[in-house]
């Protein structure tokens, strides 16, 4: 399975034709957004249109970050029918994939008692777990400690199925891993990846 991964566009057009590039040169199953595709609630005439242009709509999956409303994305979803994946979840071979939005400022600002619910409303389904989300696990090289959710790193410890956890919010460490117990902890803040995934190996390229 291959997916393209970006988070924190911000309006960033240009992010938007790398992403076209990147599925045009190395194809991919899904494209998955992690939040922040605007700018304090702005968010760019076209800029979605642009990928449903390329792209199956049915390929785009997108989170609301902090920067846009659960109902900014759910608009989205029904103008552009791509996909809404806040709270969501697939099985997909054998590998649980699921999302979740929201950020710890605002606009949208997520409890962190909410992420622990759904967290927890997929521990027993899926061989391997991967979460997208747009918030970092607390207390991760990836978070630089001063951003995150407790509730995601507590799952991750404790949930040995986790195999990947992928986010976005902090630009500073955009691009920068960390291991958790058994997952591999990346933030696309700023970058696009590449993720190929064969039964629970992982490989990653950047997309420049």
């Known amino acids: 399975m291959k997916i393209i991964v970006a988070s924190d566009i911000h309006n960033d057009f240009d992010m938007i034709y790398k992403i076209i590039e990147a599925y045009e040169k190395f194809g991919a199953d899904y ?7 605007g700018d304090f609630g702005e968010i760019k005439k076209d800029l979605i249109k642009k990928l449903v242009e390329k792209i199956n709509p049915n390929k785009i999956l997108i989170l ?20 809404n994946f806040h709270e969501k979840y697939f099985i997909k071979d054998n590998l649980l994939i699921a999302g979740i ?15 622990k619910k759904f967290l927890y409303s997929i521990e027993n389904k899926g061989k391997y777990i991967i979460i997208f989300s747009h918030l970092p696990p607390a207390r991760s090289l990836t978070s630089l400690n001063i951003s995150g959710s407790e509730s995601l790193r507590n799952f991750i410890e404790k949930e040995k199925r986790v195999i990947l956890n992928v986010h976005g919010h902090m630009h500073e460490t955009g691009g920068l891993e960390d291991i958790i117990n ?5 933030n696309v803040a ?19």
């Not at 920067?67 to 791509?82: F, G, M, P, S």
């Not at 939005?101 to 992420?115: A, Q, R």
């Not at 058994?182 to 990346?186: D, T």
């Open 64 to 83: 609301p970050g902090n920067h846009e409303t659960y109902e900014q994305v759910k608009e989205l979803e029904y103008l552009y029918k791509i996909r």
């Open 190 to 208: 700023r970058n696009i990846k590449l993720i190929e995934i064969d039964n629970k190996k992982i490989y990653i390229k950047d997309i420049h």
């Open 182 to 186: 058994n997952a591999k902890i990346i």
């Open 31 to 37: 494209i998955i957004l992690l939040g922040d595709i």
């Open 101 to 115: 939005g929201g950020g710890d400022v605002p606009i949208f600002v997520i409890d962190d008692k909410e992420i």
